[in-house]
Each structure stands twice: as C-alpha cells, then as structure tokens.
C-alpha cells in the first residue's frame, strides 16, 4: 500500500510539475494573442482582478481569514510592482516585440534580484557561481538587445520593446524582494488573491490614463483573443498557481524552482509554434544563454563565498512569480 501511494504521490506531483511548466510557459503566447484585439493594461487588469476574485473565493471556503487593513497595504505595493509595474509593461512590450524575446528577459529577474541583494544595503558579495550566472544573464540581454534587423512595429520597435521589457523585469525583482518582508496574509492562496485584487484594481486605473478605454472595441474583440484571456484567467493565474503552491507543500523545493528556466523554454517554442513567432539566430543564442544563467544562479545562490552568509545572499525560490 505504501509503495502505491508513493507512486501516486509521485505521479501527482508530475501532473502538477508539468502544469506548472506549460501553463506559466503558455502565459506569454497568451497575452500576445489577448492584446491582439484587447487594450494590454485593461485586458492584463481584467484577466488579474477575475483571477484574484476566484482565489478569494476560494481562500475564504477554505478558512482563510480576510487581509487586514495593513497586509491590504502590503498586498497593493506587491501587486503594483508585480503586476502593474511588471505583468502590465510585459503585455504592453509584446505589442512591439515577440513573446519568445519577453518570456527570455523575464526569465532573468532571478539575475537581476541577485544584484539587488549584492548592492542594496548590508548586501554582500555572492560567490563565484552566481558572478558568473550574473555576467552570462546581462550578456544574454545583450544578445537580445543587439539583434539584427526591425521591430514588430518599425525601426526603433525592438529597442523600445526590449527596454519596456527591461523595465518590467526590474519592477518584478522589486516586488519580489519587498515580498519577502512585507507583512502579507499568511495563507499562500488569499496572499496571492489579494495581490491580484490590488494588482488587477491599479491596472484598470492605470489603463485609462493610458487611452486603453478609448481604444477599447467590444464588438471587435476577436474569439481567439477571449479565448486566451479566458486561458490566462483559468490555467495561467487559478490553475498553474494553485498546482505551484501545492508543489510547494509537497515537492522538494529545488524541484519546483526548475519552472524558472523550463517556462522560457516552454515560452520560446509555443510563440513559434502556436503564434507564428519567427526564431533568430540571436534569439535562440540569448535563449541558452539567459537560460544557463538562471541555472547557474539557482544553483549557485545558496552556497556562500568565503565570509558571506547564507541569509545575505539567498532568493526565496518559494516565493511565486505572478504569471
């Protein structure tokens, strides 16, 4: 018997793993198809709000409490940084650039969190593995900034995309570094549903400043945009999250932190595959590249150089990215 609920536990967490892989992977190809037809920060602010609204549900039916006052406080700082300043500015950029090249820089906000550590106050030095993941991720963007050739949308499109990008993976390492001390509900779930709430209230406004309601065509919505809206909300935010936190509780954790460096993968095929997405030589480069880069990073991240310490240097790879 218990060599059965082994296997089933060991199944179980495949299902989940591969969940996770595909479902966050597939969120890039996602909103590229969504904001085809869909204003980028209203459709991001809707898909974050529906999302954050059934995980409340949820949390609630679950015995969760409800936020007080100043984890609400705690929850719109993350959510702003996250998904606003973060997930927001992805939409908006894969107007100008692929999905592949926004899932690739994304996938180096471990990079750039490593840094913040090293620099901000009391940071410091990493070791040697982690300088050189640092080094192979800003040469990684580098491959992907100095590419050949035009953007989606004229000359300077690339350029523009690519630092909007750029913008939005250091808005998601700020995020994710105050989450690690701000004071937020300490169920995983009605954490994560309150920085959608938040998140998804502060795109809404944002996006009206941004002229995403003039531009907004109800019946020009095309079916294949809701459908990826709708895949964004149910397997992107409720399904893959919930399959993560999950994970969290019952693989070990430098399994599930594996996601990192397996959704740009994902990423990169599914633009080719599924949106046309043509794949460059530097593209595919920058690929290897960013992706040994998080590796080296994860792996290197907990091992400390000489006179450094564990707690200065470590990156809660429990902490979930908001896809």
């Given at each position: 018997m218990?060599?059965?609920?082994?296997?089933?536990?060991?199944?179980?967490?495949?299902?989940?793993?591969l969940s996770?892989?595909?479902?966050?992977?597939?969120?890039?190809a996602?909103?590229?198809?969504?904001?085809?037809?869909?204003?980028?920060?209203?459709?991001?602010?809707?898909?974050?709000?529906?999302?954050?609204a059934?995980l409340?549900?949820?949390?609630r039916?679950?015995?969760?409490?409800?936020?007080?006052?100043?984890q609400?406080?705690?929850?719109?700082?993350?959510g702003?940084?996250?998904?606003l300043?973060?997930?927001?500015?992805?939409a908006?950029?894969?107007q100008?650039v692929s999905s592949?090249i926004?899932?690739?820089?994304v996938a180096?906000?471990?990079?750039?969190?490593m840094?913040?550590?090293?620099?901000?106050?009391g940071?410091?030095?990493p070791?040697?593995?982690v300088i050189a993941?640092?080094i192979?991720?800003?040469?990684?963007?580098a491959?992907l900034v100095?590419?050949?050739?035009?953007?989606e949308?004229?000359?300077a499109?690339?350029?523009?995309?690519?630092?909007?990008?750029?913008?939005?993976?250091l808005?998601w390492?700020?995020?994710?570094?105050?989450?690690?001390?701000?004071?937020?509900p300490?169920?995983?779930?009605?954490?994560?549903?309150?920085?959608?709430?938040?998140?998804?209230?502060?795109?809404i406004?944002?996006s009206y400043?941004?002229?995403?309601?003039?531009?907004?065509d109800?019946?020009?919505?095309s079916?294949?945009?809701y459908?990826?809206?709708?895949?964004?909300v149910?397997f992107?935010?409720i399904?893959?999250?919930?399959a993560?936190i999950?994970l969290?509780?019952?693989a070990?954790s430098?399994?599930?932190s594996?996601y990192?460096?397996v959704?740009?993968?994902?990423?990169?095929?599914?633009?080719?595959?599924?949106v046309?997405?043509?794949l460059?030589?530097n593209?595919?480069?920058?690929a290897?590249?960013?992706?040994?880069?998080v590796?080296l990073?994860?792996?290197?991240?907990?091992?400390?150089?000489r006179?450094?310490?564990?707690?200065?240097?470590?990156?809660?790879?429990?902490q979930p990215s908001?896809?």
């Amino acid at each position: 018997m218990k060599q059965k609920a082994k296997v089933n536990s060991v199944y179980v967490v495949g299902i989940a793993l591969l969940s996770v892989y595909l479902f966050w992977g597939g969120t890039y190809a996602g909103m590229k198809v969504a904001i085809e037809t869909m204003p980028p920060f209203l459709m991001a602010g809707v898909r974050f709000f529906t999302a954050g609204a059934v995980l409340y549900v949820i949390s609630r039916l679950s015995g969760a409490k409800r936020p007080a006052g100043h984890q609400w406080r705690s929850s719109a700082i993350v959510g702003a940084l996250l998904l606003l300043g973060g997930n927001g500015l992805v939409a908006w950029s894969e107007q100008r650039v692929s999905s592949s090249i926004a899932s690739l820089i994304v996938a180096a906000v471990p990079v750039w969190m490593m840094l913040f550590s090293w620099f901000g106050r009391g940071g410091k030095r990493p070791n040697t593995g982690v300088i050189a993941g640092i080094i192979l991720g800003l040469l990684g963007i580098a491959v992907l900034v100095f590419q050949p050739g035009r953007g989606e949308s004229g000359t300077a499109a690339d350029l523009i995309g690519i630092i909007t990008l750029l913008a939005a993976s250091l808005s998601w390492a700020a995020g994710s570094m105050y989450s690690r001390s701000a004071r937020m509900p300490d169920s995983p779930l009605m954490s994560t549903a309150a920085q959608m709430l938040t998140g998804g209230v502060l795109l809404i406004a944002f996006s009206y400043f941004t002229g995403d309601w003039s531009k907004l065509d109800v019946p020009g919505i095309s079916l294949r945009s809701y459908a990826a809206l709708g895949y964004l909300v149910i397997f992107g935010s409720i399904i893959g999250y919930t399959a993560y936190i999950w994970l969290l509780k019952n693989a070990d954790s430098s399994l599930v932190s594996t996601y990192a460096f397996v959704n740009p993968v994902v990423a990169v095929f599914l633009g080719w595959a599924m949106v046309g997405e043509k794949l460059t030589v530097n593209t595919l480069l920058a690929a290897v590249i960013i992706i040994a880069a998080v590796v080296l990073v994860t792996i290197f991240r907990g091992k400390p150089q000489r006179r450094t310490t564990q707690a200065a240097l470590d990156i809660p790879s429990r902490q979930p990215s908001v896809h």
